[in-house]
């Protein structure tokens, strides 16, 4: 069985990973702000784009994940499936941090190349709260690629060694 | 030493990964097509959008980081280290993929609440020649799933089982 001074630094990533991806979550729905351009009222929420709802779905799978396995006791034969399920969630939060950091550079600065103008400064508390959200992703990504590495590292070096 | 047998799926898929990651850097960097609307000529090219170089330099890096594996010999001590460097590079990979489907999804279908219009219609060559990169850059990413899922098989199965 896993020792317990090994587990500790996993069990405080997922913690971090949990708070981290919760946190983004709520930012993302919560984020909303309105603009008044010529007589026209335009509404910045997370329903405008298909990528905000998939950073919030991927947010929220990991929170409900990160949540079930720090609430859930797991021994040793469960280790090797959950370094598979933590790296699906890595590569989902990656995933959604890039695909939102892709629009958020776009809402920004714009693209003159394809007519599209940036409106962060027609609604820069929606631009605020979504860049603090994926600033919440990014932080449960980086807590998931540790929590990765150290399972990949305590399940070799708790084996006996190779030579 | 790694069994010879156990490393075949892992070379293989470096191969496959290697194919993949090329073409879709060949095909983002020689995708190109010309618009013209009202008297104004549009060009769209992969320099058009940061998304795009990032996708360049990342199936780039992926390329070459794959031939150096696949033509300098390995042993047994670098399997770790390597282990550490394929699940970078999928990460990569993974952030490249989702950062052109969101920008793609907008050029298809454009976004009304922002009042970006799609231009894959006025540019149309463009737009399926980048599909066609990120589709090789899904196949490289996925090819470097299975090895690091394989690899880590490989690192665990090879030592004696614990109990």
Redesign the interface.
């Known amino acids: 069985m896993m020792d317990s001074p090994k587990r500790i630094p996993i069990f405080v990533l997922r913690l971090i990973a949990l708070g981290a991806a919760v946190t983004a979550a709520i930012l993302m729905f919560s984020a909303h702000d309105t603009a008044h351009v010529f007589n026209m009222t ?3 929420k997370y329903t ?4 905000f709802k998939y950073f919030l779905i991927i947010n929220a799978v990991a929170s409900v994940y990160s949540l079930l396995v720090l609430c859930c006791p797991t021994n ?1 034969s469960m280790a ?1 499936f959950l ?2 399920m933590d ?1 699906i969630i ?2 989902l939060l ?10 958020g ?3 920004r600065n714009g ?1 003159s ?5 940036p ?1 962060c400064n027609q609604v820069p508390k929606f631009c605020k709260q979504t860049t603090a959200a994926v600033i919440g992703g990014f932080v449960a990504s980086l807590s998931y ?1 540790f929590i ?2 150290c399972s ?1 590292h305590n ?2 070096n ?3 060694p ?1 030579d």
Chains 1, 2 share one sequence.
């Not at 190349?113 to 103008?117: E, P, R, T, V, Y």
């Open positions: 335009f509404e910045a405008n784009s298909p990528t040793t090797r370094l598979v790296l890595l590569l990656d995933s959604a941090i890039s695909s939102n950091v892709a629009i550079q776009v809402g693209n190349h394809a007519g599209w103008l409106i690629l990765v590495l990949f399940e070799v708790l084996l006996p190779k």
